[in-house]
């Protein structure tokens, strides 16, 4: 196997055809996990730039049809928002992002400390959702929070973490 060395921290246009393949070929000797995972970071900080392009454009409120429509990596499209509260890209297996709207079902509510507590996506524990945010705050990964100031306008602040898992009464707790 090629020690990864081989490979400085070039592109891929400025590599050869064969440096790629051995690339791709040591990452997956490796471990197919190591890959998954640095692609499922690499859509994280993407997304993370892309709210920085949208806070400087829009300022602190960003438009919904701006997180629906997302943005594009290496040939996918990337939405940051669905009709679900818990919102989980087609591409990634975990959870990318938690929406509370103006006019929600849901009481998600600030503490005095800045604390969320966000409720589950119903009453199922293991509805998939509330799975993929436990598993969010068991590998400590990052997430993005919109808060609805009124119907079709977002906050959003991230990185943030689901730190504190309830089930017996069906919420999560996120820090900022």
Known sequence: MPDSSQFPP?????RSASENFLFIK?????????????TLELVRKSAFNFL???TRTYGDVIPRKELERGFELNG???????PQGIFKPKVMEL???ITTSPDSRYDDAFS????LTSRYRGDNINHRDN???RETCRRGLPLIYFHGTIPGAYVAQWPVFVVVD???NLTFGVTF
């Open 52 to 54: 920085d392009v949208l």
């Open 76 to 82: 996918q499209r990337i939405h940051l928002i669905g």
């Open 95 to 97: 959870p990318l992002t």
């Open 10 to 14: 070039t592109t891929w246009r400025e």
């Open 112 to 115: 005095k400390d800045g604390f």
């Open 26 to 38: 040591s990452c997956y000797s490796l471990s197919r996990n190591i890959c998954l995972m640095s």
């Open 166 to 168: 309830t089930p017996d």
């Open 131 to 133: 799975v993929g945010l």
